[in-house]
C-alpha cells in the first residue's frame, strides 16, 4: 500500500476506516472544541475513539471562520496511530526502526499547494495574519490564549546547516507575533537560537500546520541532532519527501502542508507565555520564551487546520510521548 498524498488523502483513510466523525454544527473553538473531543475520549473505550473534523468553526464573539479544525487525527488510538504509520500495529516499531536506519533524502520542487495562497508583510497584517487561523483554546478556562498544537517548527543551525524539524506550541499573541515554547535547551531550535545569539542575529524560523501524520510523527521525536526529520519521514513514507524554498526565509517545508508560517525569532528579547494546560495533566506554569515575528503566510486552498488534543489525559499527547 502506498502512503498518502497529503492531510486530504489520510482523511478520506480515516473515513474509510470509520475513524471520522464529521461534524457540522457550530461549534465554538474557544469553549467547546477540545472539550466535546476529551469527553468522547472519556466516554469511550481507546479502540472506539475517532477523528474529529469541525466544518462549522464559530469563536467566543461569534464569528464564523472559513476553514475547518481537524483534531485527534494522529495518536488517538492506536488504531489511528497505525492507520498513520500505515502498517498493522505490530510492525509499528520495526516500520520505526527501519526509517531510522535506512533515510530517505527529500527533494525541492519550484512550485507547491501550500504557495496557492501567500501573504506577505504588510498583506496579512491588512487580512488579520495569524488571526484568520481558527486556532482552539486547549483547555478553557486556564489556558490564557489560543495555541497552536500541531506545529512543527523548522530552523537550520547557523554553523553546519544541519536542519531540525520540532513540534512546539505556539502561543498567538497578535496578528504578526506567536510564542514558542522550547521545554529544553537541548532541543534542536534552542540550540539554533543559542548559536543565533552567540552571532548577535536572529533565527529564521518556518512552521506548517496541517500535513501527513509521517511528518507529525517525526517532528515529534527526539531524533540525534545530527538527523534530519525530513529523511526519516521520508523513509516512512516510502518515497522522498517534497519541499518547496519559503517566500521570506532560507527554509523548506512540506510542498503538500495546509498552512505554512514564516518569520525570525529575536535573540535579543524574549517574552511572557502560559499558562497552558500540559500533556501531565497539570498546568504548565507561565514563563519566559521565544517568540516568532511573523513575515509570511501561505496556504492551499479551502485550508485544513490541524490540533493536538493536548492537556488532560486522556489525550493524543501523551500517546505521542509515549510512542
Known sequence: MSYYRDLRHYIEALDRSNKLLVVDDPVNKDTELHPLVRLAFLGLPEGERKAFLFRNVVDGTGRKYDMPVLLGAVASSKEI??????????????????????PVKPFLIDKAPVHENVFLDKTFNALEGLLRLPVPISTPGFDNAPYTTASHWVTKDPESGIRNVGNYRGMVKSASRLGCFVSAKTQGLAQHWLKCRQLSKPLE???????????????????????????????????????????TVDLEVPANAEIVLEGVIPTDLIEPEGPFGEFTGYMAKKSFTLFMEITGIAHRNQPIFEAFLSEFPPNESRSLSEK
Open 81 to 102: 496511530y497505525s492507520l498513520g504509520m500505515c502498517c498493522p500495529p505490530e510492525n509499528i516499531a520495526d516500520r520505526w526502526l527501519n526509517a531510522q536506519k535506512n
Open 205 to 247: 524560523a518556518a512552521v506548517f500546520i496541517g500535513t501527513n501524520p509521517s511528518l507529525s510523527y517525526a517532528a515529534c521525536s527526539r531524533l540525534p541532532r545530527d538527523v534530519d526529520e525530513y529523511e526519516v519521514a521520508g523513509a516512512l513514507e516510502g518515497r522522498p519527501i517534497e519541499l518547496v524554498k519559503c517566500k
